[in-house]
């Protein structure tokens, strides 16, 4: 079975600075892709970032990028010039090509330092 | 703008007291997902429809259960809830598999069980 590991229940960092948050997965699949969503207080979660396994190129959305290394079954997530608004719960998930299903990982609470 | 949609936003019942959540969404997805999330927890999937073939996670208490009428509408009941039953629950929606894109979230219903 597929596991998604956060190791990180807590980090914090100040504004305008940079933090990255852990993630590694185990799988056996060589279909899958990763994903990163955030769920600030109000609940809502929101997808951020998203990688598939078969692109070597991490993949980037404005602010937010992914440090992919497949061999190693890690994917970690880099917010640049941290923002008030990037506090969150931030979940790590594993998607295997093929299947609806989604594992998430435990969570990591971003808090941000103004 | 397409979304997910959920009502009602905040439930209260009493203890045993038969409940419905609803989804809707205007994405046109084809598989729409259920979600029970827990403080400071990741979501834990209930149970997903595929179109209208419905799956339903082994360890998914009895007491919970799923109709989708449509395309666009997906309910949730709790036909004897529980105080352990208060919780987040969230639904989602994602394109058919294969395709590698994430799931896209409601706001959630916040149910409390008195």
């Known amino acids: 079975a597929q596991t998604v590991t956060q190791s990180q229940p807590e980090m914090s960092v100040q504004e305008a600075e940079t933090v990255t948050l852990s993630c590694t997965y185990d799988?056996?699949?060589?279909?899958?892709?990763l994903f990163w969503y955030k769920q600030p207080p109000s609940r809502q979660m929101i997808l951020v970032i998203r990688q598939e396994a078969y692109k070597q190129q991490n993949a980037t959305e404005n602010r937010f990028s992914v440090n992919f290394q497949k061999a190693a079954k890690s994917f970690s997530l880099k917010i640049s010039d941290s923002q008030l608004g990037d506090a969150a719960m931030y979940f790590c998930a594993y998607r295997r090509g093929g299947n609806e299903k989604l594992t998430f990982g435990t969570g990591t609470r971003l808090t941000i330092i103004p | 703008d397409a979304m997910v949609i959920q009502n009602p936003r905040y439930q209260v019942t009493q203890f045993g007291k038969p409940v419905t959540l609803s989804c809707s969404q205007t994405l046109n997805h084809n598989v729409m997902y259920w979600y029970q999330q827990k403080s400071s927890q990741a979501p834990k999937l209930l149970f997903h429809y595929y179109d209208k073939d419905f799956n339903n996670e082994a360890d998914t208490p009895d007491n919970f259960q799923s109709r989708r009428p449509n395309t666009s509408f997906c309910f949730l009941d709790i036909r004897s809830p529980g105080l352990g039953d208060a919780a987040m629950y969230l639904c989602?929606?994602?394109?058919?598999?294969?395709?590698?894109?994430?799931?896209?979230f409601g706001p959630g219903t916040r149910l409390t069980v008195t």
């Open positions: 799988t056996s699949e060589s279909d899958y892709y």
């Open positions: 989602a929606t994602s394109r058919a598999t294969g395709t590698g894109f994430g799931q896209y």
